[in-house]
């Protein structure tokens, strides 16, 4: 591997392609739709309800931990639909624990809502 000089433009362009990415996300996939507007409901929530710093920085975290997970879900499961569209037992394996990652982080990230928010509604 070639070690390339520190590029600003080469920064730019990573950061670039990252938000190009999340645009795409966004734009296409349904479960990201849902996301988006479940966070904005968290935010309207919290600034409802007068969260206070450390309910904020829990919930920032929870929520981007479903962010982050179902963008590895989707990462996963377009490249492998990329390489073969069979359905075959270790890809449905794979697509399953990916998407159960994803199903997890909404669990805790429910339960965390909900022990931050129902107490001061």
Same mark, same amino acid.
Request: proline fraction near 2%; hydrophobic fraction near 60%; aromatic fraction near 10%.
């Given at each position: @591997?070639?070690?390339?000089? +520190?590029?600003?433009?080469?920064?730019?362009?990573? +950061?670039?392609?990252?938000?190009?990415? #999340?645009?795409? +996300?966004?734009?296409?996939?349904?479960? =990201?739709?849902?996301? +988006?507007?479940?966070?904005?409901?968290?935010?309207? @929530? =919290?600034?409802?309800?007068?969260?206070?710093?450390?309910? =904020?920085?829990?919930?920032?975290?929870?929520?981007?931990?479903?962010? #982050?997970?179902?963008?590895?879900?989707? =990462?996963?499961?377009? @490249?492998?639909?990329?390489?073969?569209?069979?359905?075959?037992?270790?890809?449905?394996?794979?697509?399953? #624990?990916?998407?159960?990652?994803?199903?997890?982080?909404?669990?805790?990230?429910?339960?965390?809502?909900?022990?931050?928010?129902?107490?001061? #509604?």
């Amino acid at each position: @591997m070639k070690d390339e000089k +520190f590029s600003i433009k080469a920064r730019t362009k990573s +950061f670039e392609y990252a938000f190009s990415g #999340i645009k795409d +996300f966004i734009i296409k996939e349904h479960n =990201a739709r849902l996301h +988006f507007a479940a966070t904005v409901v968290i935010i309207v @929530m =919290a600034i409802f309800l007068k969260i206070n710093y450390a309910e =904020a920085i829990i919930l920032t975290i929870v929520t981007g931990l479903v962010w #982050i997970c179902e963008l590895i879900n989707t =990462a996963i499961e377009k @490249m492998i639909d990329f390489i073969t569209l069979e359905k075959l037992p270790p890809i449905k394996y794979i697509k399953d #624990i990916a998407a159960a990652a994803v199903l997890v982080a909404a669990a805790v990230a429910l339960i965390t809502g909900c022990l931050i928010f129902i107490p001061k #509604i």
